[in-house]
Structures are given as C-alpha cells and as structure tokens.
C-alpha cells in the first residue's frame, strides 16, 4: 500500500498504529490528527516518507514515535513541542535529515532520543 485509507480518523481509539515496512508510504493523511488516543506510532523503515503532517503536532497523548530509517525524511515538523507527552523518539538512519528544530528543545518528557546514523 503506498497511503493510508483517509477514513482512518475513524479509529479515533487507536492507540497503536504500526506501519512499520511500509516501504512505499509516502505520506500521512492529515487526518491523522484525530487519533487523539494514539500513544505509539510506528513509522520504521517508511522509505519514501518525506515529511510529517503539521496536523501531527495535534496528538498530544504521542509517547512513542519511531520513525529510524526513513531515508527521505527531510524535516521534523516545528511545532515537534506540541507533543507534550513524547518521551521516546527513534530518528536512526534518517539519511536526508540535516537540522533538528529549535522547538525540540522544548520537550520536557522526552527521556529517549536516538539520532545515530543522521
């Protein structure tokens, strides 16, 4: 599959979405903001995805994203400070990512933080 269903807001009581090996994925719907009960996110190896929806910043029950080997990421989203609860980010492998956001600093939760291979 290269998209998500943009139904998928449906699943407002997800909170787990693993989409990990989506090797053809080359986007999010912004509709992903209304998971609002998403607490993990899966995005390991999601090759083709270049950026993040701004409409991400709007899961504030985010604890875990992962998104290690996605090699055409370019960008964390500036407003990354809006995921109040993030404590564990994974951007390993994250070839084509240059500069982190000011924003990032913001994150008090945030108790785990990989960047090896960038």
Do not use: Y
């Not at 995805?49 to 504030?60: A, G, R, V, W, Y």
């Not at 994203?65 to 990421?73: I, M, N, P, T, V």
Request: with cysteine.
């Amino acid at each position: 599959m290269k998209e998500l269903p943009t139904s998928i807001h449906k699943l407002t009581a997800v909170q787990s979405l693993n989409l990990s090996r989506w090797s053809q994925l080359k986007e999010l719907p912004t509709s992903i903001n209304k998971l609002t009960n998403l607490r993990w996110l899966d995005l390991l190896g999601c090759l083709e995805l270049k950026e993040l929806p701004t409409s991400i910043d709007k899961l504030t029950a985010l604890e875990w994203l992962k998104l290690s080997r996605c090699l055409e990421l370019k960008e964390l989203l500036t407003s990354i400070d809006k995921l109040i609860s993030l404590w564990w980010l994974d951007l390993s492998g994250c070839l084509e990512l240059k500069d982190l956001p000011p924003s990032i600093e913001k994150l008090t939760t945030l108790q785990w933080f990989n960047l090896s291979g960038c």
